[in-house]
């Protein structure tokens, strides 16, 4: 079974316990007070007390998931090209146009 702790509780659980992530829902003045949308926000503390908060995510696990990468490997993370390319379809696309 792969590791896939951005949708799998199971695995992202241990992850919360672990590095103590704060997850809290994005918050917004509306016309009625706060509101809160479908976006979630991870707060960290690393390194000798420093605070991380995360860009707005889809979903509290890949808020989560975000947090703990800055906590082992910093602010800016190097992709290799072969993981950042999506792959080429195995049968051609029929929606799409002839040049």
Known sequence: MPFRPSTDWAHAGP???????????????????????????????????????????????VALCRAVVVTKFGDWVSVPVELSVAPEPAYPRTDAAVL
């Open 15 to 61: 992850l919360l316990r672990e590095y103590q992530v704060a997850l809290n829902p994005e918050a917004h003045y509306g016309d009625e007070g706060t509101e809160t949308s479908e976006r979630w926000i991870a707060n960290i503390y690393y390194s000798g007390g420093d605070q991380y908060t995360t860009e707005p995510a889809r979903n509290e696990l």
